[in-house]
């Protein structure tokens, strides 16, 4: 069983810095890209940050120069470095990894249950 578990939510003021974190757990043949999204109320998911298994990154235009990815392959882990945060921030942050269980060689999307960020004004 596949299991992504998130970290390091919490509540800061603005311009303040959070690290959050995902590892991913159980029978991994392959992990692929990873990344994050977040949710905030009222509004659609979107992604915040992604991380290729070579390294590349990308990331949605409100987070840039604020944020950084990273990730460990040996560990099966992702990271989310937010700083300068914003009250518009404030959202549930959700891991995500495009991965391959040894139990099913498919290539598939899992996620995380989320970790909640409040950024104060």
């Known amino acids: 069983q596949v299991q992504l578990v998130e970290s390091g939510g919490g509540l800061v003021q603005a311009g303040g810095s959070l690290r959050l974190s995902c590892v991913a757990s159980?029978?991994?043949?392959?992990?692929?890209?990873m990344g994050w999204y977040r949710q905030a109320p009222g509004k659609q998911r979107e992604s915040v940050a992604g991380?290729?298994?070579?390294?590349?990154?990308n990331y949605v235009d409100s987070v840039k120069g604020r944020f950084t990815i990273s990730r460990d392959n040996a560990k099966n882990m992702v990271y989310l470095q937010m700083n300068s945060l914003k009250p518009e921030d404030t959202a549930v942050y959700y891991c995500?990894?495009?991965?391959?269980?040894?139990?099913?060689?498919?290539?598939?999307?899992?996620w995380g249950q989320g970790t909640q960020v409040t950024v104060s004004s």
């Open positions: 991380i290729t298994s070579g390294g590349s990154t």
């Open positions: 995500k990894a495009r991965l391959k269980p040894r139990a099913t060689l498919k290539l598939s999307d899992y």
């Open positions: 159980g029978s991994i043949f392959y992990i692929d890209a």
